[in-house]
């Protein structure tokens, strides 16, 4: 016996099936409803072997071309895509972010000052608050009880304010006289590091907790001694990119924080 | 409309009961919300009544997987729910309406929807065609490609439902799916309930007596944390009878049985806990 049916039963099957003993019927019957190629075979062999069926189809397609082109379509979007990168409520965020990169560059070129340098690091975190929070995202109940989930969608999501903050701060920065090589270790270190403390005390918190740190730790000592601070030199450069990679292993090992199955309600209210 | 069904689905289930809780203990915050909950459910439509601050949330949402059982077992679809469960394959086929339903307000219906089948995983191509159904199925076909901060109270609820029903899920959960509805749109939840009853779980969280008794197979009353009565509608129609003629309640004649049923059985359960 071959894997797929013959052509002559096939034929048989397309003219009423009269005559195909009742166990070969089942068995061809389950074998078209997996075998495309046999079910295409079949088609072939309707057009051959049976006009009136043939006819029926076509006044079924007829008929259903009308029903079809009378009810509602589902339309060809691209822009609901974006959707699935950034959570639908960040945009007012995102555009925080740019007026405060905007705000430091202009006190920048005002005042000769190192603002955009100083604020580069934390500015991520007022888009990434806005990944995996409940305050933030409307639907975040939804989302959390969905098999989407989970650290991969929440890295996913941060990816996207990346991607719209880092090239803002290379700018800003390359008119300011900020180099990448100088905030962008930093930068990623404060964006991990609110994902990896999020998984803890929740993400909102989180961020508010570094920002809040980062401005009164460096941001205002640099201010008011009016230079810029040491842990922003290239030689503090080892020490961010080793800091990286233990928030990274943290990240991976707490994942399934992001997950769900809480016992306390901290990320929710 | 209809859709093709797999095997899959039709298969025989190696476990008794959908959603089965032993000894359930979930904490809200700091409080014990539910506390010592025995529940078994099967195919069919469940009217979770109780009072405010019963439970009524906090157990649909650790059904819905968002929160972790503090003590007890909860096993779904066969399944215990605890650390090492593979959360991603249970919630597939979980639908969820939660309580205070959030949305997108300038999503349009039909995109709103279409994201939740995103999250929840279904393939792209079997998508459209649900959304599709999804959204006729609770009648706002009409209405498909408004913004949902267009639609009126109802009509959110009702697309909240639509996202809960888009996956076709074996456990269905719909938290206050009434709250908004007008008499007309109530009597088609109900039909809608029925008919998603006869192959599906689903828990109704509700505090109008009313709709359980009309759509309901099967009724749960929780109290304080605490499973109090599961019957059919017709034995809590059947305790406030017994109840209005023994205990002779103040009952006015509008009140129908159910009701007075419900307040019987709590009276009676809170009298027993405080003796």
């Known amino acids: 016996m071959t894997d797929h049916v013959s052509m002559a039963l096939l034929e048989r099957y397309a003219t009423g099936g009269q005559g195909i003993a009742a166990d070969t019927l089942w068995a061809v019957e389950a074998h078209l409803e997996g075998c495309a190629p046999c079910r295409e075979r079949l088609g072939e062999a309707v057009v051959r072997r049976s006009p009136e069926a043939t006819a029926l189809l076509a006044a079924v397609r007829a008929k259903l071309a009308t029903e079809v082109a009378s009810s509602p379509q589902m339309p060809a979007q691209a822009t609901r895509r974006v959707g699935r990168w950034v959570p639908p409520g960040i945009w007012p965020r995102l555009a925080m972010t740019i007026v405060v990169i905007a705000a430091a560059l202009v006190l920048d070129l005002l005042g000769g000052g190192q603002f955009v340098l100083l604020v580069a690091p934390v500015v991520p975190l007022l888009g990434v608050a806005a990944v995996w929070s409940a305050g933030l995202d409307p639907a975040h109940e939804l989302v959390v009880a969905s098999p989407r989930a989970g650290l991969f969608m929440v890295l996913r999501r941060t990816l996207a304010v990346l991607l719209v903050v880092i090239p803002a701060l290379t700018v800003a920065g390359a008119l300011a006289g900020a180099s990448p090589a100088r905030w962008l270790l930093p930068c990623l270190v404060f964006t991990a590091g609110a ?68 016992s306390e309600t901290w990320s929710v209210r | 409309m209809v859709r093709a069904v797999s095997t899959a689905e039709t298969a025989a289930t190696a476990y008794a009961w959908t959603i089965h809780a032993d000894g359930l203990r979930v904490r809200a915050g700091r409080r014990m919300a539910v506390d010592g909950l025995d529940l078994a459910m099967d195919t069919g439509v469940h009217g979770l009544l109780g009072p405010n601050g019963a439970g009524k949330t906090t157990l649909v949402r650790s059904i819905a997987t968002v929160l972790r059982p503090a003590g007890g077992t909860l096993t779904l679809l066969g399944e215990k729910v605890n650390g090492r469960l593979d959360l991603r394959g249970l919630r597939r086929q979980v639908g969820y309406l939660p309580q205070e339903f959030g949305y997108y307000r300038r999503f349009t219906v039909r995109e709103f929807v279409e994201y939740i089948a995103w ?91 009313e709709d359980v008794a009309a759509a309901c197979t099967d009724v749960l009353l929780i109290d304080a944390g605490r499973l109090v009565f599961q019957g059919v509608p017709a034995d809590l129609a059947a305790a406030g009878d017994s109840a209005g003629t023994s205990a002779g309640t103040s009952a006015g004649t509008s009140d129908s049985a159910a009701e007075r049923g419900y307040s019987a059985i709590l009276r009676r359960h809170r009298r027993e806990r405080e003796s």
């Open chain 2, 119 to 209: 999250l929840k995983d279904m393939p792209a191509a079997e998508t459209p065609g649900a959304v599709q159904r999804a959204i006729d199925r609770v009648g706002l076909t009409d209405r498909a490609d408004d913004r949902m901060k267009t639609l009126s109270g109802g009509m959110v609820r009702r697309a909240g439902i639509a996202q809960a029903i888009v996956n076709d899920p074996r456990i269905l959960l719909l938290d206050e799916p009434t709250a908004g509805l007008d008499p007309d749109q109530r009597l088609q939840l109900r039909a809608l309930l029925r008919e998603l009853g006869t192959d599906t779980c689903v828990l109704v969280s509700t505090h109008l007596v």
């Open chain 1, 195 to 262: 994902l990896a403390l999020g998984e803890l005390i929740g993400l909102r918190w989180a961020a508010s907790a570094l920002a809040l740190v980062w401005t009164a730790g460096v941001i205002a000592p640099s201010v008011l001694a009016a230079r810029a601070p040491l842990i922003l030199e290239p030689v503090s450069l080892p020490y961010w990119a080793g800091l990286l990679a233990v928030i990274a292993v943290a990240l991976v090992l707490r994942r399934d924080a992001y997950t769900g199955l809480r």
